[in-house]
């Protein structure tokens, strides 16, 4: 049996545990789809994914990106932690601080910002478009998100299959309470903005299979 190094990221944080973990299997040639998926199920997080020797000679290396139940074509986080973790494996980025992931929605360029943090250039949506009844996000008290809090709700698809719930600002996020139990399969994305006066913009709480999340972007 080949012995594969295995990497997990802490990815959207500076600081140990404050961010979303990855899990990362480098030199992935040779295992199976059902492999793979074996694994991710086993490491019990939101995405593993695995690197392999790109197919396009435009890219710099080829991802899979899998959660515990199915293979996504494209996700964020995924791609932030994958490029992170082929970096500190020894990739080296192109002139300028750029380099080319490939996956199964295709070529994702990604740039070496300032500080060495990474940015990205999404592939196109897939679906986008109005959702017809905004699904509730299930909290501790079984209420949800009142209908008249919601200014807007999307279908937000890229890869996972998201649904964008826009509040009318990040008081409204934080004061939610997602019970992880009660969301069953949703992937809902709650987004409101911050006062003038913060530094950061909007304030992001995410839910997918299950599992809450936070990301202030």
């Keep these: ?3 594969r190094p295995y990497s997990e990221v802490d990815v959207f944080s500076s600081e140990p545990y404050r961010g979303n973990a990855l899990a990362v299997v480098h030199d992935a040639d040779g295992l199976s789809a059902e492999e793979m998926q074996q694994f991710a199920n086993w490491t019990n997080l939101s995405e593993t994914t695995f690197l392999l020797a790109p197919s396009s000679p435009e890219a710099d290396y ?3 990106i899998f959660t515990a139940k199915e293979e996504l074509p494209f996700a964020g986080h995924p791609t932030l932690g994958s490029a992170q973790a082929w970096l500190n494996a020894g990739g080296s980025p192109r002139p300028g601080g750029t380099l080319i992931q490939e996956c199964a929605a295709g070529l994702v360029p990604i740039r070496l ?3 060495g943090q990474l940015a990205f250039e999404a592939p196109p949506l897939t679906r986008y478009g109005p959702v017809d009844e905004p699904p509730r996000l299930p909290d501790s008290d079984d209420s949800g998100i009142p209908r008249e809090k919601i200014l ?3 279908w937000l698809v890229d890869g996972p299959r998201w649904i964008g719930i826009r509040l009318s600002s990040a008081r409204e996020v934080l004061s939610l309470r997602p019970d992880p139990g009660k969301a069953g399969d ?7 903005p911050q006062e003038p006066t913060e530094e950061t913009r909007f304030e992001v709480r995410a839910s997918s299979e299950g599992t809450p999340s936070g990301k202030t972007p």
Excluded at 186 to 192: P, S
Aim: cysteine-free; hydrophobic content about 45%.
């Design 1 to 3: 049996m080949k012995v």
């Design 152 to 154: 807007d709700a999307s």
């Design 62 to 64: 080829r991802v899979r």
């Design 113 to 115: 910002a300032e500080e």
């Design 186 to 192: 949703l992937e809902i994305g709650v987004v409101g």
